[in-house]
C-alpha cells in the first residue's frame, strides 16, 4: 500500500478514535468509577471487538470488490456522508461530550472484558466505518483486498489501543478539566466536527489513483 494512503488512513483512524462515542464513555466511565486497572481490562474486551470487526469487513469486503468492482465510489460517497453525520451530532444542540460519563458498579475481570467486547462489537460506529470508511482506502487493482483489510485493520486497532489507553490513564485529570471549563468542552466539539468535515471533504473529492 502507498505510504500517502496509509498515513491518511492513520489520520482518518485516529480522528475516529478521538470522537465521542460507545468505547469512550464506557472505558472513560470504568476507569472513573473502578479505577485505570478496571479500565485497561475493559479495553482488553474493546480491542477484541476490534479484531472481530475487522476480520469480518477483510473477509465481506473482499467478497463484496470481487462481484461488484464500481463499489469504491458509492462506498466512498457514503463514507463521506457519515464523517458529516458525525461531524454534525458532535456540534447539534444538546449534544453530550466525551466525558459525561455513567456511574458503574465494580465488576469483575471476566465481566470487563466481555462488556467492552459487547460494547465494541456492537458499535454501529465501529462497524460503519469498516463498511464506509474503511473501504475507501482499498485499492482491488494493487494487492489482495484482503491482505490490505488486514493491514488498515492492524493500523486502526494499534491506533485505538494507543488513544485508549491514554484516555484510561488521564480519564480522572480531563474529567476534571473540562468539568471545570465548560468552554473547553465546546471547543473540543468545533475541533472535532471541523476535522471530520475536513476529511470528508478530502475523501468525497479524492479520486482514486
Known sequence: MEL???????LAALIMVLTPGPNMVYLISRSLCQ????GL????????G????????AFGIS?????VPIAYDALRFAGAGYLLWLAWQAIRPGSKGA???????ADSSFRLVWMGFLTNALNPKIAIF????????????????FAQSITL????ISISAAVNATIVFSAALVYSFFNRKPTWTKIQKWVMASSLSGLALKLAVEERK
Open 4 to 10: 500517502s494512503n496509509l498515513s491518511l488512513f492513520a
Open 35 to 38: 479505577g485505570p486497572k478496571a
Open 41 to 48: 481490562v475493559s479495553l482488553v474486551g474493546v480491542v477484541m
Open 50 to 57: 476490534f479484531v472481530l470487526h475487522m476480520l469480518m469487513a
Open 63 to 67: 467478497a463484496f470488490f470481487l462481484a
Open 99 to 105: 466525558f459525561e460519563v455513567k456511574d458503574l458498579k
Open 130 to 145: 469498516y463498511i464506509s470508511i474503511f473501504t475507501q482506502f482499498l485499492d482491488p487493482e494493487n494487492a489482495s483486498v
Open 153 to 156: 485493520g492492524i493500523v486502526q
